[in-house]
């Protein structure tokens, strides 16, 4: 176990510090999610108009999607830093040491999670500079932070199986419009309860990133909700489960030392 | 010796090729502006009943022609993504070599950039009307639509080639299109220019782009307004870029590439 | 007995991809402290048997050990015994040598002063010493491999695994390459299974060479026992008056057997009644002189075009 630890933390500290080395990879998911956020939350204000709209802050409404784009950013780090391994023989030379998978893969994921944490940081202090109140208050600004990296850690894991599995980073690229697409199609941009059109409502309401949403959205603008909360966590988890599983069952299959 | 047309069929056929034989270059332009109006007019339809919303067309209409005219800017950026591409392994130094007419290289890249957002256009078209998008207007004022975001796709194409050619590296993907995307947003993307409120209203006012939706969304309304302004606008862009476009290339060709 | 006092032995190894057998069915003994020279061309079955014997691929069948390790059975002891620089060079572009050097000796367990010793060490024997702090994707391809293989030493194994070390390396980079490999092999005991296409490499390194074509091993010996297998050398040489050929030709007669020349030449196959300074001796005694004087030793592509009826340089991968 303590081996197992200290592998995780050499192989985290790797991931960091070449995230860290490549801004071209770190600049966009700090300021695509920003300057989305600024856009929308003014360009959309005219929603706070409609009956039934839960708040007159069209910004605090609109928050948790810089958080989840930023997660999807995570994803593609992730799984390009893999898919370079994979190119480079990098995976094999780190096959050949006393490594074992489950390490490697949650070490691989160090860089995602810090970049998510700088990330969270950054889009709450955003928001807060910009006026939005947290109605959970500070304890609710934590869990927001930690969700918010739990999430990243999820989509990173998600990206570590796309790469095992395409063994190339175009190929992990190639799956982000499916991601984006899930966040499009989710209640990011009006409650689930306004959204006119039956089709996408009933989308909306299947698509877990709805509840990631609205479990980040309900502390900013609804206080303490037990229900939006456990619905967003259990999400959360289902989520970093189930992509560890299946990346963790990919690496067996791409790793075949014996 | 090849002229500036032949020279521009050549490679717009060309790259027309290369595009249906890598069905990966074509799909994410064609995805994202799908994915976009089904996102909009399926998620924020409600916005329509927002007081003083006044499109009376259907919040359908209203965001096809912003998706409309997104299509044919990110069709030409796409064409620049390929252009970069070019350059850097060594196709593009082939085509200054051997094409006489050098600005017929740019011509070329622009009916390629047509011919792809023609066939995402299409798609999008159908696709809004299996989701009973209303039109109001007639065939002269879908034309004229239609024309805008011809003119826009060149816009794209211009601005993505310039780019292209100065920094000859697909490196160079983020420059092409992030300065697209946000004056893109920056306009009155959801809602009327009227129902915005605060900076991003004064932003608008000044950004082209918004005459050139304002115009689009009243000829699928068949209320034509300030149609002459957009083209006039959309013509000035194209001016500015095309010299945008040719001064790159002249760069590129003074570095030897 | 230590890991460092067995060497390598296969049994019948065989690899099989769906309807390509790339190995099969190969069997060899390297002795502890030699480096075996594993020759063939492209597509032959060399990296998959590295693959094999590093524990990366499991065999379909047969059996092999590694420093006393069943590759199998005991995966997780072969690799502690092993370092393996394989054909790509597997580096982080963005990682230092130093931090190449840093993750994979606390990934074998190796901390605090003693790493820090190592790596210092082995930045100085591979000549790093002064880039070891620039990102490796500023190296040129002679100091990447060099950092490759420093990698594959950092935690002492008993025996090293080189997949096509030296391709695409400068003569002078190869050259410290070669000596470095010999050095480890001489010095300290170090096991080398080294898999190359350069005939040259397999004869200046190697004790032993094993020749493998289609997943088969073809030949194996010393690279002197190979090629005289083969045949001896032969000697071809110019007149420097073309009237004197008819001359020279008896002359070279007395040392061996014609065969084919230039024109404008004559050629004898040595058949062990005197070499090249014999012959030189009896042209000077015969007073003729020669204006050019060229001796053809047999190659291991010799040895390779008797065994499989192709050469081996030049040999374009036809599969198994």
């Known amino acids: 176990m303590i081996e197992m630890t200290h592998h995780v933390a050499l192989i985290s500290r790797r991931s960091l510090i070449r995230t860290a080395r490549q801004p071209g990879t770190w600049i966009p998911p700090l300021t695509f999610p920003l300057i989305l956020m600024a856009v929308n939350s003014n360009g959309l204000r005219a929603a706070t108009h409609l009956p039934g709209f839960p708040t007159h802050s069209f910004l605090a409404f609109f928050m948790p999607f810089a958080f989840m784009q930023g997660a999807l950013f995570a994803s593609g780090i992730a799984g390009t830093d893999l898919a370079r391994d994979i190119d480079t023989g990098f995976l094999n030379r780190l096959a050949l040491t006393p490594v074992r998978g489950g390490a490697l893969l949650m070490g691989q994921i160090g860089g995602a999670v810090g970049l998510g944490a700088v990330q969270a940081v950054l889009y709450l202090g955003a928001a807060l500079a910009a006026g939005v109140h947290i109605d959970a208050g500070p304890g609710g600004a934590a869990l927001i932070l930690l969700f918010a990296i739990g999430t990243a850690a999820g989509f990173g894991s998600l990206g570590l199986w796309l790469a095992l599995r395409t063994g190339s980073g175009e ?13 499009l199609i ?7 309860n306004l959204i006119e059109v039956t089709w996408f409502r009933d989308l909306a309401t299947i698509n877990p990133v709805s509840y990631l949403i609205e479990a980040l959205r309900s502390l900013v603008i609804e206080g303490w909700n037990a229900e939006a909360l456990l619905l967003g966590f259990g999400c959360m988890l289902a989520l970093m489960a189930v992509s560890m599983v299946l990346a963790a069952r990919q690496l067996r299959l791409r790793m075949t030392r014996t | 010796m090849s002229s500036r047309l032949e020279v521009a069929l050549a490679l717009a056929y060309r790259q027309t090729t290369v595009l249906l034989k890598n069905p990966s270059f074509f799909v994410p332009p064609m995805l994202f502006p ?3 109006f089904v996102a909009f007019a399926g998620g924020l339809s409600r916005l329509h009943q927002v007081p003083g919303f006044g499109f009376p067309d259907g919040y359908t209409a209203f965001v096809f022609v912003f998706v409309l005219l997104q299509s044919a800017a990110f069709g030409g950026v796409f064409t620049g993504f390929a252009i970069a591409r ?7 130094r082939r085509l200054l070599v051997s094409a006489p007419h050098r600005s017929g290289i740019i011509i070329g890249y622009g009916l390629a950039a047509f011919v792809r957002w023609s066939m995402i256009a299409a798609v999008l078209t159908v696709v809004a009307l299996v989701g009973h998008m209303q039109i109001g207007g007639d065939g002269i004022d879908l034309f004229g639509l239609y024309g805008l975001a011809v003119i826009f796709n060149q816009v794209g194409l211009l601005w993505a080639c310039g780019v292209a050619m100065r920094l000859r590296s697909v490196q160079a993907a983020p420059l092409m299109q992030t300065p697209v995307f946000l004056a893109l947003f920056l306009a009155p993307v959801y809602v009327p220019r009227a129902l915005l409120q605060g900076w991003i209203h004064s932003v608008a006012a000044l950004n082209p782009l918004t005459y050139l939706l304002e115009a689009g969304r009243g000829l699928i309304s068949g209320r034509p307004d300030e149609v002459v302004l957009a083209f006039g606008v959309a013509l000035l862009l194209l001016a500015a870029f095309a010299v945008w476009a040719r001064t790159g290339l002249s760069r590129a060709e003074r570095a030897g590439a | 007995m230590s890991a460092r006092d067995q060497g390598i032995v296969v049994e019948g190894l065989v690899r099989q991809f769906k309807d390509i057998r790339a190995v099969d069915g190969i069997d060899l003994t390297i002795e ?37 390790y069943d590759v199998v059975a005991d995966g997780p002891s072969v690799r502690a015994n092993i370092g393996a620089a394989l054909q790509e060079t597997a580096l982080d572009p963005f990682l230092s040598a130093r931090e190449h050097l840093r993750l994979q000796a606390s990934l074998h367990g190796i901390r605090g002063q003693e790493r820090l010793r190592l790596q210092d060490e082995l930045l100085q024997r591979v000549g790093l010493t002064q880039a070891a702090d620039r990102k490796v994707r500023t190296y040129s391809g002679g100091m990447k491999r060099r950092l490759d293989l420093a990698l594959s030493l950092i935690h002492g194994p008993s025996t090293l695994f080189l997949d096509e070390p030296t391709t695409g390396l400068d003569p002078q980079s190869r050259a410290a390459l ?10 300290e005991g170090v096991t080398v299974f080294l898999t190359t296409q350069y005939l040259e490499e397999a004869d200046v390194l190697a004790d032993r060479v094993g020749i493998i074509d289609h997943g088969r091993i073809v030949a194996e010996g010393t690279p002197a026992s190979l090629k005289a297998e083969i045949g001896r050398s032969t000697v071809e040489i110019v007149p420097e008056s073309g009237d004197q050929l008819h001359r020279l030709g008896e002359i070279l007669r007395r040392f061996g057997t014609d065969t084919a020349a230039r ?6 196959r040595l058949d062990g009644n005197g070499g090249l300074a014999d012959v030189v001796r009896a042209l000077d005694q015969e007073d003729l002189r020669a204006a050019a004087i060229n001796l053809h030793s047999p190659s291991l592509d010799d040895v390779f075009l008797a065994k499989t009826g192709r050469k081996l340089e030049g040999a374009e991968d036809d599969g198994p």
Not at chain 1, 171 to 183: D, I, K, R
Not at chain 3, 178 to 187: D, F, M, P, S
């Open chain 1, 171 to 183: 190929g992990v690229q190639s799956m982000f419009p499916l991601l984006f697409f899930l966040l």
């Open chain 2, 34 to 36: 799908l994915m976009n």
């Open chain 3, 32 to 68: 502890p402290g030699q480096i075996y020279g594993f020759l063939g061309p492209n597509g032959a079955g060399k990296s998959t048997t590295v693959h094999m014997l590093t524990t990366l691929l499991p065999p379909s069948a047969g059996r092999a050990t590694v420093a006393g």
């Open chain 2, 86 to 92: 070019d350059f850097e392994r060594g196709f593009a």
């Open chain 3, 263 to 268: 024109p404008g030449a004559a050629a004898v």
């Open chain 3, 178 to 187: 070669w000596e470095e490999v010999g050095r480890l092999a001489r010095e």
């Open chain 1, 186 to 192: 989710s209640s990011m941009n009006l409650p689930r």
